[in-house]
Antibody, heavy 118, light 111 residues
């Protein structure tokens, strides 16, 4: 059973960098899968942030690309998200997910709420 | 890429059918059979219910079905049940920049 768990600070100051990690259990992160970050602002819809594919290929939402980095740590079986220069608009529930393709994600974490505030 | 367009709400009585549309462009929905649908109950993570326009993952009831015509994809929920009351999101591969774009979501209410 694949399980994903987000972790990281729940509060980040404006202009700083948001860092989140997604721990994966029950599945090797080195396998042929897509690993993604998606966020949901309070009361709003879903927004795709970034995806990393087996082999290290990365894909970013063009509207966030200049501020985002996604990476994999195979030794820890986890992947991470860094979003720099955050503002209040980046306050959201951040989900990590796994899928067989970028457009379908069949395993999701429970989400991590990140608030950007001084 | 712009978000896909979904109606904000839809409703139906138990046993009836409801269809949700998801309108994109020739750059995303219209160009690829890579449309997926997710169901999200309050306080829960999204759940994949349709992938690649029509494919239902294992365990998803066959009451859920997907289709596509031109730049518009649709999700139909037949035989509505109380547990189908949730938010539904469509998503599509957008090609350019290998991006993925989501719809704004549709709240389905079972009357």
């Amino acid at each position: 059973q694949v399980q994903l768990q987000e972790s990281g600070p729940g509060l980040v100051k404006p202009s700083e960098t948001l860092s989140l990690t997604c721990g994966v259990s029950g599945y090797s992160i080195s396998s042929d899968s897509y690993w993604a970050w998606i966020r949901q602002s309070p009361g709003k819809g879903l927004q795709w942030i970034a995806t990393i594919y087996h082999g290290g290929h990365t894909y970013y939402n063009p509207s966030l690309k200049s501020r985002v980095a996604i990476s994999v740590d195979t030794s820890q079986n986890q992947f991470s998200l860094k979003l720099k220069s955050v503002t209040a608009a980046d306050t959201a529930l951040y989900y990590c997910a796994r899928g067989g393709a970028q457009w379908w994600l069949n395993y999701w974490g429970q989400g991590a709420l990140v608030t950007v505030s001084s | 890429q712009s978000a896909l367009t979904q109606p904000p709400s839809a409703s139906g009585s138990p046993g009836q059918s409801v269809t949700i549309s998801c309108t994109g462009t020739s750059s995303d929905v219209g160009s690829y059979d890579y449309v997926s649908w997710y169901q999200q109950h309050p306080g829960k993570a999204p759940k994949l219910i349709i992938s690649e326009v029509t494919k239902r993952p294992s365990g998803v009831p066959d009451r859920f079905s997907g289709s596509k015509s031109g730049n518009t994809a649709s999700l139909t929920v037949s035989g509505l049940q109380a547990e189908d009351e949730a938010d539904y999101y469509c998503t599509s591969y957008a090609g350019s920049d290998n991006a993925v774009v989501f719809g704004g979501g549709t709240k389905v209410t079972v009357l």
